[in-house]
């Protein structure tokens, strides 16, 4: 069971049908990243370098193969960041950074020898976001990133050129205590555990053949 696989409970998330006020019980406060502001950006980088550290196995054998690369986490590490308020519009500002994002390449060596390495993928943000007034509990920068590169060439200083598919969600945050209303509790369903139910079919069979005989063949 889960909260989807037809556990009916009027405690549980979902899709609301009849008033959505039925069933509110209390305010609660919780413990919550409030987004501010955020904007997406997905480009596609052709020629981009990436120099490779971390081999498993060390020392390859070169020339590598290229097979494939991809983001080793959803969130990226921002540096170099600046935050210039606008003097026409004081509740927005423009917001510079540089924004790292973790890749994993695949290859092959000389030897056919399947490898990884570590590799990062650096891009600049230039952009326009609401940014709060200033307060006690400071707002900060955060981003989500997604990277992806099918296509790649081995250079012969040992790094890859290729062409990236790139995601980058800038965000303004700050973690808040905030108020909500709630229908209390979640009521939590058992687990189901998974089967392939590769006996399925077997064990329906008879114990024991059907008895028959001769002269009823």
């Known amino acids: 069971m889960s909260f989807f696989s037809n556990f009916q409970s009027d405690k549980c998330p979902g899709s609301i049908s009849g008033n959505p006020l039925n069933g509110l019980c209390e305010k609660v406060c919780i413990q919550a990243q409030k987004i501010f502001d955020a904007c997406i ?5 052709e020629n981009l370098t990436l120099t490779l550290t971390d081999a498993t196995p060390a020392n390859p ?8 690369a991809r983001s080793l986490s959803s969130t990226g590490e921002i540096t170099a960041i600046n935050i210039e308020r606008l003097a026409d519009k004081p509740s927005c500002a423009r917001v510079q950074a540089t924004i790292s994002i973790p890749v994993e390449v695949l290859y092959t060596d000389a030897n ?27 707002y900060r920068a955060t981003s989500e990133v997604s990277a992806v590169c099918a296509q790649g060439t081995f ?3 040992g790094t890859f050129t290729v ?7 800038l965000k303004i945050a ?5 108020l909500v209303p709630s229908y209390g509790y ?17 064990f329906e069979l008879p114990l024991y053949p059907q008895q028959r005989n001769c002269s009823k063949q």
């Not at 062409?163 to 969600?169: D, E, G, L, M, N």
């Not at 700050?174 to 905030?178: A, F, L, P, Q, T």
């Open 41 to 45: 950006k997905q480009i596609q980088l």
């Open 155 to 157: 250079n012969a200083d």
């Open 186 to 202: 979640c009521a939590i369903p058992p687990a189901q555990d998974y089967s392939q139910e590769v006996c399925a079919g077997f």
């Open 174 to 178: 700050i973690d808040v205590e905030i």
């Open 112 to 138: 056919g020898v399947e490898g990884s390495a570590q590799s990062v993928i650096s891009v600049t943000e230039d952009v326009l976001l609401f940014v709060p007034a200033p307060s006690i509990m400071p």
């Open 61 to 68: 054998t070169y020339p590598l193969t290229f097979i494939s």
């Open 163 to 169: 062409s990236a598919c790139i995601t980058v969600i």
